[in-house]
């Protein structure tokens, strides 16, 4: 742990930044509901279906397609929705906030509140093409959009330090 410096980084999360941070944790709910929801309609579609039950089954699953699809594209509009109403009714996610990257830990810092995290109240960190996910919980994450470090090398010196603190 050489690195003795901190990571200073501040920004106001969007809806669509908000919006990115729901869908990642609905992503395997959906895919495993889509797909459940294609085999169930597979087997129905294969008992309709008067072929040899080779063909049968690529034909009732082209056709279980359609309804599959339908409902997880029905799925993820209502996620988009209440993720929408979730942030419009968090009046805290509207403020700007600064978070500081230390070795002791992250400040957190909110209009005139003052959060403090030591690193073992973390059990990961996930990055997404435009977020990186500090999680405190299961479900509950610090959102960090990658538009608040002002350069590459501010990214990677936070890297670093979750690094060292073995978050993954």
């Known amino acids: 742990m050489e690195n003795r410096e901190s990571v ?93 990257f230390s070795e002791e830990g992250v400040h957190q810092k909110v209009r005139r509140s003052n959060n403090y995290y030591e690193w073992s109240d973390f059990s990961s960190l996930k990055e997404t093409p435009e977020l990186f996910l500090l999680y405190v919980s299961k479900r509950k994450a610090i959102v960090l959009p990658k538009r608040f470090f002002e350069n590459q090398e501010q990214q990677e010196q936070f890297k670093q330090i979750v690094r060292e603190h073995r978050l993954r």
């Open 8 to 100: 200073t980084v501040t920004g106001t999360i969007t809806l669509d930044e908000f919006k990115k941070y729901q869908a990642y944790h609905v992503r395997r709910i959906n895919l495993s509901f889509f797909f459940v929801l294609l085999v169930l309609f597979t087997y129905m579609f294969v008992s309709v279906i008067d072929a040899i039950w080779f063909i049968s089954i690529w034909f009732a699953a082209l056709f279980a397609l359609v309804p599959s699809g339908f409902f997880l594209l029905s799925v993820k509009t209502f996620n988009r929705h209440r993720a929408k109403k979730e942030f419009e009714s968090d009046s805290i996610a509207h403020n700007e906030m600064t978070y500081t």
